[in-house]
């Protein structure tokens, strides 16, 4: 059992499922010839995992784990799937309170609807806007939004993963009234109308990851994008990326159509993030790996629990991995980026 490429988007794995999962994972590694996953900075090499399979597992484990204790003993059930970062002083006061364990998801979030534009348009319409996440996770942005942000607003949320999605149903859509709707798709096949958002928003999505170029993927994601907002409508979209790749990107969302209004680097608010919340982050891992049952195999065990731990942080880019080392050398960077839709004439 690979965990790395063989699990299903669509299935929406339960514990009893993810310890045999695991387990079968952990005794594979008697017979494995290297190891994917590096255990000194958590990298795994291009081609040695799939997306889809990656996220499976993720969505599944976070469900499974339900409420636990961060670092400072505040429980949460993780929802946000994003690294996020501090806020920028230059924005004023921090949207979220200090204790909030997922605070800097929250405040990436908060920042897509942050420029002057996007006040604007809002305030024109007497914040009743209609959103449209593409990659949207377990939900917890879309909430967020919904509740704090654009209180007015309604919203569809939208995911290939199933775990993720049945999330939100269970959590977050019953508590705002049918303002969110919870799409279980592969965002570069949505069945969407044509032009029925005012904004798209894309918040750390699994695309424009191949540095110095924008894919095939990464075309029809955005094509996908702009054929449903509204003339004059916004893509908010913010990520850590390769560096490289933004301006590609850029092009790509000018040959569509699509005007650039702004772009804000929050690259060192985002170190910032992740040096605040490794605690919290090395309390959930930990956790996470007491919690199954085949890390305890003897010797196997052991092998597979280091894997998996640094796979894990370096998913989370915390210190000392190899995506967090790729944001303090600037290969990464984090960008909030707007662009917009012309009006028609």
């Known amino acids: 059992m690979n965990v790395l ?41 291009e081609g040695d995992y799939a997306k889809q399979s990656i996220y499976s597992l993720f969505y599944s484990l976070y469900r499974s784990m339900g409420d636990v204790p961060s670092d400072s003993g505040e429980r949460y059930e993780l929802t ?48 009743k806007v209609h959103v449209v996440e593409m990659g949207c996770g377990t939900g917890g942005g879309a909430h967020h939004v919904c509740k704090e942000v654009l209180p007015d607003c309604t919203y569809e949320a939208v995911d290939m993963q199933k775990a993720a999605i049945e999330t939100c149903l269970r959590k977050f859509v019953p508590e705002l009234g049918g303002r969110l709707k919870a799409t279980w798709s592969d965002a570069t096949q949505l069945t969407i109308e044509d032009g029925v958002a005012d904004f798209v928003a894309v918040n750390e999505t699994h695309v424009t990851e191949q540095a110095g170029r924008a894919t095939d993927e990464d075309r029809r994601f955005f094509a996908t994008a702009h054929r449903m907002l509204k003339p004059g409508g ?27 209004i702004e772009v804000r680097d929050v690259t060192p608010e985002a170190v910032v993030a992740r040096d605040e919340d490794k605690g919290r ?25 280091l ?39």
């Open 5 to 45: 490429t063989a699990l299903d988007p669509s299935a929406d794995y339960s514990k009893t499922q993810l310890q045999l999962i695991l387990g079968a994972w952990v005794l594979s590694g008697a017979v494995d010839r290297k190891r994917a996953i590096s255990v000194t900075n958590g990298d795994v090499p």
């Open 80 to 127: 946000f799937n994003t690294w996020g970062y501090a806020w920028p002083s230059s924005w004023g006061p921090s949207p979220v309170s200090l204790t909030d364990p997922q605070r800097f998801g929250k405040h990436a979030y908060t920042g897509l609807y942050q420029f002057e534009a996007v006040r604007e348009y809002v305030a024109a319409r007497g914040g």
């Open 234 to 260: 916004y893509l908010v979209w913010g990520n850590a990326i390769p560096d490289s790749t933004w301006q590609p990107c850029f092009e790509l969302l000018e040959s569509l159509g699509m005007k650039q």
């Open 281 to 305: 982050v090395d309390a959930y891992v930990r956790h996470c790996i007491e919690t199954f049952y085949g890390f305890r195999i003897p010797f196997l065990g052991d092998k597979r629990r």
């Open 307 to 345: 894997e998996a731990e640094f796979a894990m942080k370096n998913f989370y880019r915390n210190p000392g991995t190899n995506l967090y080392d790729n944001m303090t050398n600037g290969t990464d960077t984090y960008k909030v980026v707007l662009f917009q839709k012309p009006a028609l004439a």
